[in-house]
């Protein structure tokens, strides 16, 4: 991981700098910031959902080189959890994720969450929010997404950005949807779904 997590940061601010520097600038500065010195040796563990992470990790298209060779190596060594948040209250999950920055991620930090997010075919994650800013990357996979009333589609490279306690919704069809996500801002702040969003849902381990 010494060698192969620096080379990913490397890739990923690569392809934030090509796209809407503005939006990317916070994320790029973090990343600088980090000492990937200080990598942490983790017992990795897969969640239900990992039987589409093979899959997932042969679908990302050759035109994301080198993203595509890092992440076979980074995913397996990462802690995965399926969704907890809000299940089965108000959805039904679906989803799993592993952090590469964070509490259970190989590098511990405070300012950042940085992981993995791997969606099962055919799952409705609905409306919901957090206060933390959100950026997805899409790395393989095809999905219709929802930011507030405006709905899309989403292929391999598109960048997806969530304000500060934006709804926003995701919706998978015959393919799992695979991506980089990252959190700033109030990384440890509220989040809810939007028909609920009196309740607060922790995040669990």
């Not at 999905?143 to 709905?151: G, V």
Request: proline residues 4%.
């Amino acid at each position: 991981m010494e060698i192969i997590l620096p080379k990913f940061f490397t890739a990923l601010q690569n392809i934030l700098i090509k796209n809407d520097k503005d939006i990317c600038e916070k994320i790029l500065l973090e990343i600088e910031q980090l000492n990937s010195g200080c990598i942490r040796n983790i017992s990795a563990s897969k969640s239900p959902t990992c039987t589409y992470l093979d899959g997932a990790l042969n679908n990302i298209p050759k035109d994301l080189s080198p993203i595509d060779m890092l992440l076979k190596s980074i995913s397996k060594k990462l802690v995965w959890h399926d969704a907890s948040r809000g299940v089965p209250k108000y959805f039904k999950g679906g989803y799993a994720f592993a952090e590469i920055i964070g509490e259970q991620g190989l590098i511990v930090s405070e300012r950042i969450r940085l992981g993995l997010f791997l969606q099962q075919p055919n799952v409705n994650y609905p409306l919901h929010a957090h206060e933390a800013e959100e950026l997805y990357i899409i790395v393989s996979g095809e999905a219709c997404w929802k930011i507030d009333e405006r709905m899309f589609s989403v292929i391999p490279g598109s960048i997806i950005k969530h304000q500060s306690c934006q709804d926003h919704a995701t919706f998978t069809e015959e393919e799992a949807l695979f991506a980089i996500w990252i959190w700033t801002g109030k990384i440890k702040g509220r989040y809810w779904f939007a028909d609920n969003s009196e309740d607060d849902c922790p995040l669990e381990y």
